[in-house]
């Protein structure tokens, strides 16, 4: 039986990547996917493959990517491998953009989408605290984030305004709803 494919997307800052660690720990089943990104490996934050542009450009001609796109001055790509797993029966979630998800949609006709939300003060107040970013960058996170999903996607919003265990309540029920 083929698993199910899943984004979670939504502003910086709003909690995507520690949403999806906190889904991974409750479900160790659950396949999060490593994206490659074109960022300096020090970074910090999640676990991604660190790339150079001329790297990330030969694999995306070699066709190692099942979706890719740009964002933040940086390109992201989402390995190939995300097909095996969902050959293999497995569920998989991915950090995506909110642009890319019609063409992620005709690619996987099954995509379900979760919608991660909180007010723009607290965004900013978030990603001032993570300190990955310089202010600058921040603030051009910021102009993004009322960023609206194409139509006709199935997509379940979160609050994460809150405290996190109400927003990875909900996750958890997005994800797997014939266990609520
Ligand atoms: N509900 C929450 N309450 C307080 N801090 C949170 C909450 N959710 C996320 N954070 C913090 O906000 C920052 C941004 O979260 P992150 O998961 O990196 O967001 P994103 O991946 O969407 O950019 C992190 O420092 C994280 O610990
Ligand atoms: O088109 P958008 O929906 O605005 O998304 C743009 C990019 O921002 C996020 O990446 P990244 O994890 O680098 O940034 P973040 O941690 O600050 O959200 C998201 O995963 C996309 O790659």
């Known amino acids: 039986m083929a698993g199910r494919l899943f984004a979670i997307v939504g502003p910086s800052g709003v909690g995507k990547d520690t949403l999806m660690g906190l889904a991974r720990a409750r479900r160790p089943d659950l396949r999060l996917v490593r994206r490659v990104i074109t960022r300096d490996p020090q970074a910090g934050g999640e676990d991604f493959e660190p790339v150079t542009q001329a790297d990330f450009a030969r694999r995306l001609q070699a066709g190692a990517f ?5 964002a933040h001055g940086l390109s992201y ?3 190939c491998q995300i097909d095996d797993w969902l050959d293999e029966g497995r569920d998989v979630l991915f950090n995506g953009s909110r642009a890319v998800l019609g063409r992620a949609m005709a690619r996987y006709p099954g995509l379900r989408v979760l919608h991660v939300t909180a ?3 607290t965004l900013a107040r978030r990603l001032a605290r993570r300190g990955r970013e310089s202010a600058q960058d921040i603030a051009a996170r910021l102009a993004r984030a009322d960023y609206a999903l194409p139509a006709g996607l199935a997509v379940t919003r ?3 305004d809150g405290p996190l265990e109400a927003a990875v309540a909900a996750m958890m029920a997005a994800l797997y709803p014939e266990r609520v």
């Not at 099942?66 to 740009?70: E, G, R, S």
Request: aromatic share 8%; proline share 14%; net charge negative.
């Open 119 to 121: 007010r723009p003060e």
């Open 158 to 160: 979160i609050d994460n």
């Open 77 to 79: 790509g989402i390995p």
């Open 66 to 70: 099942a979706l890719h796109w740009q």
